[in-house]
């Protein structure tokens, strides 16, 4: 299944890397093992995207839990937490 990525502020920032096209295995199909399998690739992606973080997902700019189900050619998103000053 072919989807977007995006990456925002810090996540960005880490990743040296604002967004990415990936073809993800048959057994990815939430948001959630979308996060785990970008973990797995190790380094920079497990520091980043690891449980960890606090990190906020959304699924085609709909703010998400990770159980959210996942669809070809959608867009997941990371970020962290927003807070207001």
């Known amino acids: ?3 977007e990525l995006r990456f925002f502020a810090s996540v960005r920032e880490a990743l ?3 967004q990415e096209c ?3 295995p ?3 199909r939430t948001v959630g093992q979308v996060r785990e399998h970008l973990v797995a690739r190790g380094g920079a992606w ?3 995207l690891g449980q960890q973080r606090a990190l906020r997902m ?4 709909v703010m998400c ?3 959210t189900p996942i669809q070809a050619g959608g867009e997941v998103a990371f970020f962290p937490p927003v807070t207001g000053g």
């Open 16 to 18: 040296g890397l604002a």
């Open 65 to 67: 839990a990770p159980e």
């Open 26 to 28: 048959d057994t990815v």
């Open 22 to 24: 990936i073809e993800l």
């Open 46 to 48: 497990a520091e980043a």
């Open 1 to 3: 299944m072919l989807i």
């Open 58 to 61: 959304a699924f085609n700019h």
